[in-house]
T-cell receptor
Framework: DQQVKQNSPSLSVQEGRISILNCDYT??????FLWYKKYPAEGPTFLIS?????DKNEDGRFTVFLNKSAKHLSLHIVPSQPGDSAVYFCAASAGGTSYGKLTFGQGTILTVHP | NAGVTQTPKFRILKIGQSMTLQCTQDMNHNYMYWYRQDPGMGLKLIYYSVGAGITDKGEVPNGYNVSRSTTEDFPLRLELAAPSQTSVYFC???????????FGNGTRLTVT
């Protein structure tokens, strides 16, 4: 039973346009959500997070939106740059002492074309 | 500042062999984790530790053991390697329970 799902294995966008990566979850106990970015042969690196008490969090070109009623979150990258090409993982935790015990989605490969 | 360092980068094991994946961090983080990533899948938590001498199981602990004798080191032991343990293993650390995870670059393990 996959509790965090990224239904799009890949996404291709043109440089300068918006990239939208989606993530759905099923566990109502999740209250903290994160996006990690991963380049080949490297470990994931933290990108942005959002607590369930918010519906939006912004950091430069990256914005994460959370829709708790739909159990859906999305990552918007505006404008997209070729260096953003990577695998993006959505992750969730149930809070409390479980913050570091993340449940990951399968990842979405983002390709940004010059 | 090296962050989280994992060794080796690659390893091929025969079925039934054992090995230890090394992980060390120089950020004085209390929390450390082992995740594995199978092809086309997300990362799954194997074991975690909240401090020296304290470890606990994650989602997929079978076939693995860990120890945490120091704050810096968190080795993962595979006994009797099986093909199902072919995966990429990532070690991570965080300062506190709410801290974001810092990952190492992974160990790619193949069991044949």
């Amino acid at each position: 039973d996959q509790q965090v799902k990224q239904n799009s294995p890949s996404l291709s966008v043109q440089e300068g346009r918006i990239s939208i990566l989606n993530c759905d979850y099923t566990n109502s106990m999740f209250d903290y959500f994160l996006w990690y970015k991963k380049y080949p042969a490297e470990g994931p690196t933290f990108l942005i997070s959002i607590s369930s008490i918010k519906d939006k969090n912004e950091d430069g070109r990256f914005t994460v939106f959370l829709n708790k009623s739909a159990k859906h979150l999305s990552l918007h990258i505006v404008p997209s740059q070729p260096g953003d090409s990577a695998v993006y993982f959505c992750a969730a935790s149930a809070g409390g002492t479980s913050y570091g015990k993340l449940t990951f989605g399968q990842g979405t490969i983002l390709t940004v074309h010059p | 500042n090296a962050g989280v360092t994992q060794t080796p980068k690659f390893r091929i094991l025969k079925i039934g062999q054992s090995m230890t994946l090394q992980c060390t961090q120089d950020m004085n983080h209390n929390y450390m984790y082992w995740y594995r990533q199978d092809p086309g899948m997300g990362l799954k938590l194997i074991y975690y530790s909240v401090g020296a001498g304290i470890t606990d199981k994650g989602e997929v602990p079978n076939g693995y053991n860990v120890s945490r004798s120091t704050t810096e080191d968190f080795p993962l032991r595979l006994e009797l390697a099986a093909p199902s343990q072919t995966s990429v293993y990532f070690c991570a650390s965080s300062y506190g329970v709410e801290g974001t995870l810092h990952f190492g670059n992974g160990t790619r393990l193949t069991v044949t």
